[in-house]
């Protein structure tokens, strides 16, 4: 059990959230998060976002909103969220019961040189979502709160917005396929049965 105050490892936070996962889908914010959940498993129903920042929250949105019966996880960072921050008030308008969102802040630009986010300076990612109209949100920083947050991306009704603690450490990359034609291909497949796109 981990320290209130200290920051969690990434990729022990996203192993966690996609700990016998079952048919959840998930989509990748660009960078960090996209090898943080190919570190935890390569999976047709991950659609890893390589180049789209600020996408993430909102392609979250119209896939739950298209399949309401399947629960979908939206893991992202601090600096896409902030560039997005207006997707909070729409996925809070729409009221998505089976999407979560889960940031994991290292209060950092990963993917430009790790300079400081805003939220470095103190903005607050999970008081931004509440105030957006989210029924839940929350900051989480111990593994107990990865664990309990889990279960409510299984269980619970949504919208969820999770800010997560995590350390600014550098990791070596686990790349997911490159290819958008083939991962387009094959997340439609895991997803709809859909093979008329290899004929």
Known sequence: MNAPNALLHRREVVEELLRDRGDLLVIAGLGAPNWDISAAGDNP???????????ASMMGLGLALAQPKRKVLVITGDGEMLMSIGALATIAVQKPANLTIAVLDNERFGETGMQMTHTAAGVDLAGMAAAAGFPTSRT?????????????????????????????EAL????????????????????????????
């Not at 129903?45 to 996408?55: D, E």
């Not at 409510?152 to 969820?160: D, F, K, N, R, W």
């Not at 070596?172 to 004929?199: K, M």
């Open 172 to 199: 070596y990359f686990v790349l997911p396929p490159a290819d958008g034609g083939i991962l387009t291909t094959r997340f439609r497949q895991a997803l709809l049965g859909d093979t008329s796109l290899y004929n």
């Open 140 to 168: 989480v920083r111990t593994m107990q709160e990865v664990s309990e947050l889990r279960e409510q991306i299984h269980h619970a009704s949504g919208p969820l917005f999770a800010r997560i603690r995590i350390d600014p």
């Open 45 to 55: 129903n991950n659609f890893p976002l390589w180049g789209a920042m600020g996408a």
